[in-house]
T-cell receptor, first 114, second 115 residues
Framework: GESVGLHLPTLSVQEGDNSIINCAYS??????FIWYKQESGKGPQFIID?????DKRQGQRVTVLLNKTVKHLSLQIAATQPGDSAVYFC?????????????FGQGTTLQVKP | EPEVTQTPSHQVTQMGQEVILRCVPI?????FYWYRQILGQKVEFLVS????????KSEIFDDQFSVERPDGSNFTLKIRSTKLEDSAMYFC?????????????FGPGTRLLVL
Protein backbone atom coordinates (compact mmCIF):
# COMPACT_ATOMS: atom_id res chain seq x y z
CA GLY A 1 0.00 0.00 0.00
CA GLU A 2 0.93 3.62 -0.02
CA SER A 3 3.07 5.00 2.70
CA VAL A 4 4.76 8.17 3.71
CA GLY A 5 7.54 7.90 6.20
CA LEU A 6 10.08 10.00 7.97
CA HIS A 7 13.64 9.00 8.64
CA LEU A 8 14.15 10.22 12.19
CA PRO A 9 11.58 10.47 14.99
CA THR A 10 13.52 13.22 16.77
CA LEU A 11 15.92 15.90 15.64
CA SER A 12 17.73 18.13 18.10
CA VAL A 13 19.46 21.29 16.84
CA GLN A 14 21.09 24.33 18.32
CA GLU A 15 19.29 27.64 17.96
CA GLY A 16 20.56 29.42 14.88
CA ASP A 17 21.62 26.24 13.10
CA ASN A 18 19.88 24.92 10.00
CA SER A 19 17.52 21.94 10.33
CA ILE A 20 16.85 19.29 7.74
CA ILE A 21 13.88 16.97 8.13
CA ASN A 22 13.55 14.10 5.68
CA CYS A 23 10.64 12.14 4.30
CA ALA A 24 10.31 9.19 1.93
CA TYR A 25 7.19 8.27 -0.01
CA SER A 26 6.00 5.33 -2.06
CA UNK A 27 3.10 6.71 -4.09
CA UNK A 28 4.33 8.18 -7.34
CA UNK A 29 0.80 8.81 -8.64
CA UNK A 30 0.34 11.88 -6.48
CA UNK A 31 2.19 14.93 -7.70
CA UNK A 32 1.69 17.05 -4.64
CA PHE A 33 3.46 17.06 -1.29
CA ILE A 34 2.87 19.12 1.81
CA TRP A 35 4.76 19.83 5.00
CA TYR A 36 2.79 20.50 8.17
CA LYS A 37 3.97 21.74 11.55
CA GLN A 38 2.14 20.62 14.67
CA GLU A 39 2.77 22.37 17.96
CA SER A 40 1.78 20.69 21.17
CA GLY A 41 -1.99 20.56 21.59
CA LYS A 42 -2.70 22.17 18.24
CA GLY A 43 -3.76 21.09 14.78
CA PRO A 44 -1.39 20.62 11.85
CA GLN A 45 -0.39 23.96 10.38
CA PHE A 46 0.47 24.24 6.69
CA ILE A 47 4.07 25.26 6.09
CA ILE A 48 4.87 24.75 2.44
CA ASP A 49 3.93 22.54 -0.47
CA UNK A 50 5.50 21.44 -3.71
CA UNK A 51 4.32 19.88 -6.93
CA UNK A 52 6.26 17.20 -8.76
CA UNK A 53 7.10 19.51 -11.67
CA UNK A 54 9.42 21.33 -9.27
CA ASP A 55 12.59 20.20 -7.52
CA LYS A 56 12.73 23.01 -5.03
CA ARG A 57 10.46 25.58 -3.50
CA GLN A 58 11.35 28.29 -1.04
CA GLY A 59 9.32 30.08 1.55
CA GLN A 60 10.21 32.27 4.45
CA ARG A 61 13.16 30.50 6.13
CA VAL A 62 11.94 27.16 4.75
CA THR A 63 12.89 25.25 1.64
CA VAL A 64 11.43 22.01 0.39
CA LEU A 65 13.46 19.78 -1.91
CA LEU A 66 11.90 17.00 -3.94
CA ASN A 67 13.89 14.13 -5.43
CA LYS A 68 11.50 12.08 -7.52
CA THR A 69 14.20 9.62 -8.55
CA VAL A 70 14.58 8.27 -5.02
CA LYS A 71 11.10 9.36 -3.84
CA HIS A 72 12.42 11.61 -1.15
CA LEU A 73 11.62 15.08 0.03
CA SER A 74 13.14 17.24 2.69
CA LEU A 75 12.26 20.33 4.65
CA GLN A 76 15.07 22.71 5.43
CA ILE A 77 14.62 25.36 8.08
CA ALA A 78 17.20 28.12 8.10
CA ALA A 79 18.41 29.71 11.33
CA THR A 80 16.22 27.52 13.50
CA GLN A 81 14.46 29.34 16.32
CA PRO A 82 12.87 28.10 19.57
CA GLY A 83 9.45 28.74 18.02
CA ASP A 84 10.25 26.12 15.40
CA SER A 85 10.09 23.39 18.05
CA ALA A 86 7.22 21.15 16.98
CA VAL A 87 6.40 17.90 15.24
CA TYR A 88 6.80 18.09 11.47
CA PHE A 89 4.80 15.87 9.15
CA CYS A 90 5.10 15.33 5.47
CA UNK A 91 1.80 14.49 3.80
CA UNK A 92 0.68 13.42 0.40
CA UNK A 93 -2.83 13.33 -1.07
CA UNK A 94 -3.91 9.95 -2.30
CA UNK A 95 -4.44 10.22 -6.03
CA UNK A 96 -3.64 13.13 -8.29
CA UNK A 97 -6.04 15.66 -6.81
CA UNK A 98 -5.36 17.88 -3.84
CA UNK A 99 -8.86 17.10 -2.56
CA UNK A 100 -8.09 13.47 -1.81
CA UNK A 101 -7.40 12.15 1.65
CA UNK A 102 -4.01 13.05 3.02
CA UNK A 103 -1.58 10.30 3.95
CA PHE A 104 0.65 11.50 6.77
CA GLY A 105 4.09 10.36 7.76
CA GLN A 106 4.94 9.45 11.35
CA GLY A 107 6.35 12.84 12.17
CA THR A 108 9.72 14.19 13.29
CA THR A 109 9.94 16.05 16.57
CA LEU A 110 12.24 19.04 16.21
CA GLN A 111 13.82 20.19 19.44
CA VAL A 112 15.64 23.52 19.39
CA LYS A 113 18.22 24.01 22.10
CA PRO A 114 18.86 27.61 23.21
CA GLU B 1 -6.79 35.29 8.10
CA PRO B 2 -9.69 32.83 7.87
CA GLU B 3 -9.30 29.62 9.82
CA VAL B 4 -11.08 26.40 10.65
CA THR B 5 -12.63 26.41 14.12
CA GLN B 6 -13.71 23.46 16.25
CA THR B 7 -15.79 23.02 19.38
CA PRO B 8 -15.45 21.83 22.02
CA SER B 9 -11.72 21.88 22.57
CA HIS B 10 -12.03 19.00 25.06
CA GLN B 11 -14.76 16.42 25.55
CA VAL B 12 -14.91 13.75 28.23
CA THR B 13 -17.59 11.10 27.88
CA GLN B 14 -18.57 7.70 29.20
CA MET B 15 -18.21 4.64 27.02
CA GLY B 16 -21.41 4.02 25.08
CA GLN B 17 -22.45 7.67 25.02
CA GLU B 18 -22.98 9.70 21.87
CA VAL B 19 -20.76 12.66 21.10
CA ILE B 20 -20.99 15.34 18.46
CA LEU B 21 -17.88 17.22 17.44
CA ARG B 22 -18.42 20.49 15.66
CA CYS B 23 -16.43 22.33 13.04
CA VAL B 24 -16.80 25.54 11.11
CA PRO B 25 -14.73 25.21 7.91
CA ILE B 26 -13.30 28.19 6.06
CA UNK B 27 -16.23 29.94 4.43
CA UNK B 28 -15.41 29.60 0.71
CA UNK B 29 -14.18 26.02 1.01
CA UNK B 30 -16.07 23.19 -0.60
CA UNK B 31 -14.34 20.03 0.64
CA PHE B 32 -14.46 19.00 4.26
CA TYR B 33 -12.59 16.32 6.18
CA TRP B 34 -12.26 14.66 9.54
CA TYR B 35 -9.01 13.16 10.74
CA ARG B 36 -8.01 11.71 14.05
CA GLN B 37 -4.73 11.40 15.90
CA ILE B 38 -4.28 8.92 18.72
CA LEU B 39 -1.78 10.20 21.27
CA GLY B 40 1.77 9.94 19.96
CA GLN B 41 0.75 8.62 16.58
CA LYS B 42 0.33 10.07 13.11
CA VAL B 43 -2.73 11.81 11.77
CA GLU B 44 -5.21 9.37 10.17
CA PHE B 45 -7.93 10.12 7.64
CA LEU B 46 -11.51 9.36 8.62
CA VAL B 47 -13.84 10.84 6.03
CA SER B 48 -14.15 13.42 3.29
CA UNK B 49 -17.32 15.27 2.37
CA UNK B 50 -18.30 17.22 -0.72
CA UNK B 51 -21.57 18.44 -2.17
CA UNK B 52 -23.50 17.22 0.85
CA UNK B 53 -22.34 13.66 0.67
CA UNK B 54 -19.45 11.48 1.76
CA UNK B 55 -16.87 11.21 -1.00
CA UNK B 56 -14.53 8.81 0.77
CA LYS B 57 -14.22 7.10 4.13
CA SER B 58 -11.61 4.97 5.82
CA GLU B 59 -11.95 1.61 7.54
CA ILE B 60 -12.02 3.45 10.86
CA PHE B 61 -15.21 5.25 9.84
CA ASP B 62 -17.65 2.45 10.65
CA ASP B 63 -21.40 2.56 11.30
CA GLN B 64 -20.84 4.28 14.64
CA PHE B 65 -19.63 7.39 12.83
CA SER B 66 -21.62 9.87 10.80
CA VAL B 67 -21.06 13.34 9.39
CA GLU B 68 -23.45 16.11 8.58
CA ARG B 69 -23.50 19.63 7.25
CA PRO B 70 -26.65 20.84 8.99
CA ASP B 71 -26.43 24.38 7.67
CA GLY B 72 -24.21 26.54 5.51
CA SER B 73 -21.42 26.86 8.01
CA ASN B 74 -21.18 23.87 10.35
CA PHE B 75 -19.77 20.41 9.72
CA THR B 76 -20.25 17.79 12.42
CA LEU B 77 -18.86 14.38 13.31
CA LYS B 78 -21.09 12.16 15.42
CA ILE B 79 -19.93 9.06 17.22
CA ARG B 80 -23.06 7.20 18.18
CA SER B 81 -21.75 4.86 20.88
CA THR B 82 -18.24 5.74 21.94
CA LYS B 83 -15.61 3.13 22.70
CA LEU B 84 -12.46 3.47 24.76
CA GLU B 85 -10.38 3.30 21.59
CA ASP B 86 -12.16 6.37 20.19
CA SER B 87 -10.10 8.49 22.58
CA ALA B 88 -8.02 10.73 20.34
CA MET B 89 -7.63 14.22 18.91
CA TYR B 90 -10.14 14.82 16.15
CA PHE B 91 -9.24 17.36 13.51
CA CYS B 92 -11.52 18.97 10.97
CA UNK B 93 -10.00 20.26 7.75
CA UNK B 94 -11.25 22.06 4.67
CA UNK B 95 -10.07 22.79 1.16
CA UNK B 96 -11.28 25.03 -1.65
CA UNK B 97 -11.30 22.34 -4.30
CA UNK B 98 -9.62 20.47 -7.07
CA UNK B 99 -7.44 22.29 -9.53
CA UNK B 100 -6.47 24.99 -7.09
CA UNK B 101 -3.03 25.31 -5.61
CA UNK B 102 -4.18 24.97 -2.06
CA UNK B 103 -3.92 22.30 0.51
CA UNK B 104 -6.16 21.26 3.36
CA UNK B 105 -6.28 23.61 6.34
CA PHE B 106 -6.78 22.09 9.76
CA GLY B 107 -8.65 23.24 12.83
CA PRO B 108 -7.18 23.18 16.34
CA GLY B 109 -8.81 19.86 17.17
CA THR B 110 -11.11 18.38 19.79
CA ARG B 111 -9.52 16.14 22.37
CA LEU B 112 -11.96 13.31 23.09
CA LEU B 113 -11.49 11.15 26.14
CA VAL B 114 -13.74 8.12 26.55
CA LEU B 115 -13.85 6.65 30.05
Amino acid sequence: GESVGLHLPTLSVQEGDNSIINCAYSNSASDYFIWYKQESGKGPQFIIDIRSNMDKRQGQRVTVLLNKTVKHLSLQIAATQPGDSAVYFCAQPQGSSNTGKLIFGQGTTLQVKP
Amino acid sequence: EPEVTQTPSHQVTQMGQEVILRCVPISNHLYFYWYRQILGQKVEFLVSFYNNEISEKSEIFDDQFSVERPDGSNFTLKIRSTKLEDSAMYFCASNRGAGLQETQYFGPGTRLLVL
